[in-house]
């Protein structure tokens, strides 16, 4: 089945700099990568998705790219702000599964430092 | 925060007892989920429901059980057979089930006494 990992499992950043977090996925059938945003104590929240069937997405200060060949996607975040403090979880879903069967990754907790 | 309510927030859970955590939803949706958070592990899939009277062990089914009787409650039942409940529990919801954004509910913390 799918395997998804996560990195770096902690991201320190200064406001207004930029944070990259990394995941790798198993199955070359996974088609569908959302991205989730869970800030502390609250649910988690999609914040950016992304098909097999484009390279880059992108939306304000957020974009995603995804590597097919390498099995590899990333969430981009640009001139942080404290509240993007949070835990970042990236997700793989496989194809033609019927269902929506997401994997996750192990998350990210990311910290803006003001 | 309307749309998918869980409760209760905080639940205890003493030895040998099952217990019942409850989800709803007014989204009108037909999938339904359940995953169980641990700190370090990520979200893993316990149950999920596609339509009524209908669902589907995930990964990490063993000690759980669900029902589906209304379309717009799912709600789990921890057995005694779990012998370590102790985790943050999360429902969801989705339209339909295929790739597309899941809509959670707040949780419930589950201890063991």
Known sequence: ?114 | DGGITQSPKYLFRKEGQNVTLSCEQNLNHDAMYWYRQDPGQGLRLIYYSQIVNDFQKGDIAEGYSVSREKKESFPLTVTSAQKNPTAFYLCASSIRGRDEKLFFGSGTQLSVL
């Open chain 1, 1 to 114: 089945g799918e395997n998804v990992e996560q990195h770096p499992s902690t991201l320190s950043v200064q406001e207004g700099d930029s944070a990259v977090i990394k995941c790798t996925y198993s199955d070359s059938a996974s088609n569908y990568f959302p991205w989730y945003k869970q800030e502390l104590g609250k649910r988690p929240q999609l914040i950016i998705d992304i098909r097999s069937n484009v390279g880059e997405k992108k939306d304000q200060r957020i974009a995603v790219t995804l590597n097919k060949t390498a099995k590899h996607f990333s969430l981009h975040i640009t001139e942080t702000q404290p509240e993007d403090s949070a835990v970042y979880f990236c997700a793989a879903s496989g194809r033609n599964t019927g269902f929506q069967k997401l994997v996750f990754g192990t998350g990210t907790r990311l910290l803006v430092s003001p």
